[in-house]
């Protein structure tokens, strides 16, 4: 697990590259600059870790491109102490963006064999999110309401059961529509009355968000 001064210097390029690209919060910028991306990824790729890409992390799915992750992590205005679910944890690496800037993580994954690595990972780079192995599209009733969540594939549409699992003021960020990969970044807040203000963001590519019913396609 070796993170050298090369690494942390390509780290500073990648951080500034994403202010370059308009992401102005110091927090998301100061974790994209700590966090070792090369970590997460499998050997093949290693050596692009701090390339503004996504990659491919098994089972069919992706660790996001980071200009995704700190667009959907400066949308979400993290502040210290919050408890925020994210849905797919994949490699783990977003997942220790949110807990870097001071969040409380619930964090669940469909895929047992990514579920498996993050939770033997993250723990050795100092991070300790709350794992599920589970159905991220119903939430985690159990543990809610929570102030923020983050859905880190594409849905089709909203699921209300993450709706319901915000707290008056709460917020929600989701990738919806998914034609040709493509989905419409939103933000959906709640507030007094359990009114709902949606804004969407522009579009972004992600793998899909896939119900429990659908398991079978990947
Ligand atoms: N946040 C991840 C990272 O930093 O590596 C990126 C994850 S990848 C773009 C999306 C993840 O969502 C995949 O690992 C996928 O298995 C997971 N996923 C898809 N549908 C899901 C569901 N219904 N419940 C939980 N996880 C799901």
């Not at 700190?70 to 979400?76: C, G, K, M, N, S």
């Amino acid at each position: 697990m070796e993170d050298s001064y090369r690494h942390k210097g390509l780290r500073k390029q990648l951080a500034q590259h994403l202010k370059d690209k308009g992401i102005s919060d110091k927090e998301v910028l100061k974790a994209v600059e700590k966090i070792p991306r090369h970590l997460f990824l499998n050997n093949a790729f290693v050596e692009f870790a701090y390339q503004d890409k996504a990659f491919q992390i098994g089972e069919g799915q992706t660790i996001s491109q980071p200009y995704t992750v700190a667009f959907q992590t400066e949308l979400l205005e993290v502040k210290k102490g919050e408890k925020i679910l994210e849905v797919g944890t994949g490699s783990g690496y977003q997942t220790s963006v949110l807990l870097e800037m001071g969040a409380k993580v619930f964090t669940i994954e469909r895929q047992k064999n990514l579920y498996d690595r993050a939770k033997l990972l993250l723990p050795k780079l100092g991070y300790s999110p709350r794992f599920f192995y589970g159905d991220g599209y119903k939430g985690l009733p159990a543990f809610a309401p929570f102030d923020k969540i983050l859905v880190t594939a594409g849905a089709e549409l909203i699921p209300s059961d993450l709706v319901d699992q915000l707290k008056i003021n709460g917020m929600l960020i989701i990738p919806v529509g998914g034609l040709n990969d493509t989905y419409l970044m939103k933000r959906l807040k709640k507030s007094k009355n359990n009114d709902i203000q949606i804004v969407n963001y522009g579009e972004f590519r992600f793998v899909p968000l896939l119900e429990e019913k659908e398991w079978g396609k990947s």
